[in-house]
């Protein structure tokens, strides 16, 4: 005789209360020690390369809500390795401040967080708010020595690529360190057009896509790897755009520089949307789920097997 099925258990049930509560209580005062390190994040908010600080945390509570499944009764052990999470992450915070190590006094918050959800809901809970979770590490700034590599190694690539494509259609572009010289007009790469901030936020999103859509993991793998290329296909596209619009209306051109500089830098991200919703079509179509396959002898009917 089969068993019933047991009834599921949702987030507002009774039996859920007491372990939300604390996972709520012991959140806030987690959230009250970092005050002053999430001080002085909201102040690089402020940047337009980190504006999309904001929305992480709100998207991170979203994904808990989405992805909640009922709590379940915790070994001693979980628990104990929980706490050594949660201190680990305390003492690395105090090691950042007292070192003034700003990066490693933000990423323990990161630290302390999952050891505070293993404390009270142990791997089963890291299982699905892990994800959430690891989401929170975009709204930290990227360490000075990340960003400095990152920025010069963009703008190369920006300058290149984009000096690349002006020569492919014909134009007599030159390039010398970050500065694209093409007939009437000098295009400067400057830190701005480097497309850090269209790869930070991008990358955001292609990680928040993987983590809610269904669809087999070397799908979402391959739209990681992806979300890099793209972000500087879009900015070498925008570049060879102003070029092209700067020689044909001259770079003086009051509406020309606001369309190349400003509003350009708006349909960036669209655009990125736009070839990864093309690559999520593509990708739909070269792979099947192998759950929804249908295996059939070649040229012949399925065969019944009878069972003895």
């Known amino acids: 005789m089969s068993g019933a099925p047991a009834a599921e258990v949702s987030w507002s049930d009774p039996s859920q209360r007491v372990p939300l509560i604390t996972l709520g209580v012991l959140t806030l005062l987690l959230v009250l ?29 979203g994904l808990l809500w989405v ?20 201190v680990l992450g305390l003492s690395l915070r105090l090691f950042g401040v007292y070192m003034t190590m700003a990066p490693v006094d933000r990423y323990s918050f990161l630290i302390s967080i999952v050891g505070l959800f293993m404390l009270v809901g142990g791997f089963h809970t890291i299982r699905w708010a892990g994800p959430a979770l690891g989401f929170l590490f975009f709204m930290f700034p990227l360490p000075s020595w ?5 920025l010069w190694r963009l703008q190369n690539l920006a300058s290149v690529g984009s000096t690349f494509v002006l020569q492919t259609m014909g134009v007599a572009a030159f390039c010398e360190g970050n500065l694209i010289k093409v ?50 296909a879009v900015n070498i596209i925008r570049i060879t755009l102003t070029g092209l619009l700067y020689m044909a209306v001259g770079q003086d051109n009051e509406f020309a520089k606001k369309l190349g500089h400003d509003w350009a830098g708006f349909f960036m991200m669209p655009l990125a949307l736009g ?14 789920p192998v759950e929804a396959a249908q295996y059939k002898p070649v040229g012949a009917r399925a065969a019944t097997i009878p069972v003895r």
């Open 67 to 86: 992805r909640f499944q009922p709590f379940r009764p915790v070994p001693a052990i979980e628990r104990w390795i929980g706490l050594f999470i949660l």
């Open 146 to 150: 990340v960003e400095h590599n990152l």
């Open 183 to 232: 007939p009437g007009a000098n295009l400067n790469i400057a830190d701005a057009c480097s497309g850090l901030r269209m790869l930070t936020i991008f990358f955001a999103l292609a990680v928040a896509m993987v983590f809610l859509i269904e669809r087999p993991w070397w799908d979402k793998f391959i739209i990681l790897l992806s979300a890099i290329p793209i972000a500087l």
């Open 275 to 288: 070839f990864l919703w093309i690559e999520l079509q593509i990708l739909e179509r070269l792979t099947v």
């Open 33 to 61: 020690a970092y005050l002053d390190t999430f001080s002085l994040v909201s102040e690089e908010w402020q940047l337009p390369l980190y504006s999309h600080g904001y929305i992480v945390p709100i998207f991170a509570l």
